[in-house]
C-alpha cells in the first residue's frame, strides 16, 4: 500500500473519484474482442482448478451438473489450450517413433524426422477441439428456439 500526496488543486473531487474508481474495480470491465485483455479473463485459472475439471469429468458424481458446479462461474481456455497442445506433440512424437521404429532395419534407410507430422497434428486436433464444440453449441442454440426447455450454454462453457 502506498498513499500520494497532491498539491495544490481540490483534493476533494480527486478522493471521491478514486474512491469511485476502487468501488467500480471490482466489476467486470468489457474490453473488445481485438484486444489482449478480453482474452486475458479466459486462462485466470490455476493449477488445481484445471485438475479438479479433469477430474470432474473423467469421474463424474451422478445427479451433479458438471457445467453448473465446475464452469458455470469461471469458464476458461487454459485447460482446452494446453491439453490439445499435449496430444499434439504427443501423437507428433509417437508418429516419428512408429516411423522409426518401421524403417529402422531397413537397409540403407537414414532417419530424418518428419516435422510436417507437428503441423498435420495440430491442424487436426485444434480444429476438432473448435468444431464439434461450435457445431455441438449451434445445435443448442437451435434446439433451445424449438423447445424452451433447454438450458443454455455459452460456447466457451461448450468447448
Known sequence: ???TLHVGGDSEEEEEETDQTELLASQKKTSSFWTFQYYQDFFDIDTYQVLDRIRGAVLPIPGRNFVRHHL??????????WICATLVITVTIMGNLG????LHNQKGHKYSPQFHKLSVAAVAIYC??????????GF?????????NVGSYSFIETV
Open 72 to 81: 458455470r462461474n469461471n469458464p476458461d481456455l487454459y485447460g482446452p489450450f
Open 140 to 148: 443448442l442454440q437451435w434446439r433451445k428456439g424449438v423447445s424452451p
Open 1 to 3: 500500500q502506498h498513499a
Open 99 to 102: 516411423t522409426f521404429i518401421q
Open 128 to 137: 476438432y477441439a473448435w468444431i464439434v464444440p461450435l457445431c455441438l453449441w
